[in-house]
């Protein structure tokens, strides 16, 4: 503007002198190709784009102007109609699982903040994750500190509401929690590419493996020691195998120690210790193959994916030990396959070692059909055949719906 | 202390001098603008593909490789790639492409943004995008608004280049203008006619072209056609003689086709963006421009 007006001012000076030499008309002419001049100077400083932000574009002012954090919540809704009853934890036929409600946003320039609340009538509210994440450190290095989904193994880390199937797979409920396993504790990520190709190393150490079990009471502290703490790794592999398709293979670790029962009457521990400390360790591997054909993208895709994971457990001698006494291994593959731009065919096989029957194999076969009416709401039915050995089986028809509130999430991948 | 800074020191002043600016952009589009105004200074990648719905791009950790070590990383923004980009921000743990930081370039920002919703908004009215239409890069005063903002951040970042950068922004600027000049007569043929549009992303261009896009074959954003939704389209098309059916070619033309059978209009596969089409070598913004005004010329002929 200052320019502009500088200008102007040189213009007319100019003008004004050049008058008093010039004949009236050549003035007018001269003083009319300066305006036009001026004019176009004008024009072309209001197309520089340094000076049109501020009226033309979105940025008037902050679209956040009171620094509101992103809240969100997601409702996962369950139907079981089995035909010999219910196969769920509390027996309803229709329930609530849970209700999600996350918090999230950058806390300062420093790291960013999740939380996410879980609301159910088993668990009533429950801190499902909490976590303070890095944003800034140097040598692609990221920090997490506080609770979240435990990146043991590859559909550990996706939420149960946003899986393609009902619930988790068995070995992920049968080795890690019904609802998944979390970790409260310190994350450490590292982004490796020597091979050119993406890597990343995970390192966590945790409070404990999973939950505390309720009804088990030790005379120490699982975690009187540094070493009775969870510690896990993960490393991840991925490499695109073309624009369409990819795969992922990694394997996980995690050892802890963690409560196992005891014969109260046989061990001779002090009243009310009903539990000692033992060693548990997981390995697990995973291979995930996606192929999308980015012009068809939104209505042809295919996820395979396979998972495999052996729990040993450490075979204590003292007396009344009856924790496990062997090692479990577990296995899934799945599959998912797009068939119209809201519809999805996916079909899982399980077979686990189960702990609970003393390793005993359990296998399980299920289909499902997937249909999302919009981004923000999947309705899903699913079929399920379980076969304990030496029990009968089980079918199980099982109903979901689950919808999101709130900003658009990035989509899983 | 005072050893080890100078050993920092002498670290830093015996590394390389700085190489080509690393530019990643969300689209091919604004991967070419920054490639004409950058030339040789920079090294433009990009995540979606021209022939890919840039919404529906997925957050691929081969993407997080690139963006790690980027200085500038470029986006349509209006939350076009909200469904894909917070992942791949955060996942690249690069502080310079983080909001706030030198490289984090929102380029709606210097955008006239169109279809911004006033009033309240919900996900009723569809995948609604809150801060206005986000498809503005097809309307090439907003090429030239892209192109000058690259040129302040390319200078801002690298202002010994300042005046390389300068240069080859007036140079795109000028290509632009004369290929505007050049379909002019094109354009006079297209002003007022009456189209139908697959999903909104072609409001820019019809707002540059003075075409009349009279519906949408999406009933809401986002929402595929319904039968009902169509029979209402076709009614309207045949009462305002809409001619021409234009669409992205990523989505499915079995229903624009069927909405063709009925009127008569001619079903126009267009490339939304630069490299939208396989085998037909658009592979600048200009080109791209150009070829979609000829095809609708062509087609509304």
């Known amino acids: 503007m200052y320019k502009t007006v500088l200008g102007a001012v040189l213009i007319v000076g100019i003008t004004s002198s050049l008058t008093a030499q010039q004949t009236r008309a050549d003035s007018i002419a001269k003083a009319r190709a300066d305006s036009i001049a001026l004019v176009r100077e004008l024009e072309r400083m209001s197309r520089d784009t340094s000076r049109a932000q501020a009226p033309t574009g979105t940025q008037q002012g902050p679209t956040n102007p009171r620094l509101l954090p992103d809240f969100s919540a997601v409702g996962d809704f369950v139907g079981d109609l089995s035909p010999n009853g219910s196969t769920q934890e509390n027996l309803c036929r229709f329930c609530v699982r849970e209700v999600e409600l996350a918090v999230q946003a950058a806390v300062d320039p420093f790291f960013r903040g999740d939380v996410f609340l879980g609301i159910s009538d088993l668990e009533k509210i429950s801190i499902e994750q909490a976590f303070l994440t890095t944003t800034s ?231 499902y059909l997937e249909w999302f009416p919009s981004e923000f709401s999947k309705l899903m039915v699913g079929y399920e055949r379980t076969m304990p050995t030496g029990l009968d089986a089980v079918n199980r028809v099982l109903l979901q719906a689950s919808f999101a509130l709130g900003p658009h999430k990035p989509h899983p991948f | 202390m005072s050893y080890l800074k100078l050993a920092f020191a002498a670290l830093a002043l015996a590394g390389p001098a700085r190489a080509q600016l690393k530019v990643v952009t969300s689209t091919t589009d604004l991967a070419d603008i920054a490639n004409q105004v950058g030339g040789a200074k920079v090294r433009v990648s990009h995540v979606s593909e021209g022939y890919q719905d840039p919404h529906f791009a997925e957050a691929k950790p081969s993407f997080i490789l690139k963006m790690r070590d980027a200085d500038v990383f470029a986006f349509v923004g209006l939350d076009l790639e909200i469904g894909w980009m917070p992942l791949l921000v955060q996942g690249a743990r690069n502080p310079k492409i983080q909001m706030g930081g030198s490289g984090y370039l929102d380029v709606s920002q210097v955008i006239s943004v169109l279809d911004r919703p006033s009033g309240n908004v919900d996900r009723s009215q569809g995948d609604v995008h809150p801060l206005g239409n986000p498809h503005y890069w097809l309307d090439p005063e907003n090429g030239r608004r892209i192109g000058r903002l690259f040129k302040k951040r390319f200078s801002d970042l690298d202002p010994k280049n300042e005046d390389y950068y300068e240069t080859n922004e007036k140079a795109f600027e000028a290509k632009l203008n004369n290929a505007e000049r050049d379909w002019q007569s094109e354009l006079r043929s297209l002003k007022g006619q009456p189209v139908v549009a697959y999903h909104t992303s072609w409001k820019y261009l019809a707002e540059y072209t003075g075409l009349n896009i009279v519906g949408f074959m999406e009933p809401k954003p986002g929402v595929p056609p319904s039968p009902s939704h169509l029979a209402g389209l076709i009614l309207q098309m045949k009462r305002t003689s809409a001619k021409a059916i234009i669409m992205e070619p990523f989505y499915n033309r079995k229903d624009a086709d069927f909405v063709s059978s009925k009127t008569g209009a001619k079903v126009v596969i267009m490339p939304p963006s630069v490299g939208g089409l396989r085998g037909k070598n658009i592979d600048h913004y200009i080109d791209l421009m150009k070829y979609d005004i000829d095809l609708l010329s062509n087609s509304l002929k």
């Open chain 1, 137 to 367: 450190l140097p040598y692609g290095l990221e920090v997490r500190l506080g609770r979240q989904l435990l990146p043991m193994g590859k559909i550990n880390v996706t939420h149960r509401h946003d899986l393609h199937t009902v619930e988790y797979p068995w070995i992920v409920q049968k080795f890690l929690g019904a609802d998944g396993m979390k970790g409260t504790g310190v994350y450490v990520s590292k982004i490796l590419a020597p091979f050119g190709f993406y890597q990343e190393l995970i390192v966590t150490a945790n409070d404990r493996i999973g939950e505390a079990p309720e009804d088990l009471v030790t005379e120490e502290a699982h975690n009187k020691e540094l070493g009775g703490l969870a510690y896990h790794a993960r490393f991840r592999n991925y490499l695109d195998i073309s624009e369409s398709s990819n795969f992922e293979l990694s394997a996980s670790a995690l050892t802890g120690k963690t409560e196992q029962p005891v014969d109260v009457t046989t061990a001779g521990l002090p009243a009310g210790i009903t539990a000692v400390n033992a060693r548990q360790s997981l390995i697990g591997g995973d291979l995930t193959f996606r192929w999308r054909p980015l012009e068809q993208g939104l209505y042809k895709s295919l996820i395979l994916q396979a998972e495999f994971m052996r729990q040993f457990n450490e075979r204590l001698t003292s007396p009344g030990f009856l924790g496990p006494g062997r090692d479990f291994n577990g296995a899934y593959t799945f599959a998912r396959w797009q068939l119209t731009q809201r519809l999805y065919l996916g079909g899982r096989y399980d077979w686990v070692q189960d702990p609970e029957l003393n390793g005993e194999t359990f296998t399980a076969g299920s289909g």
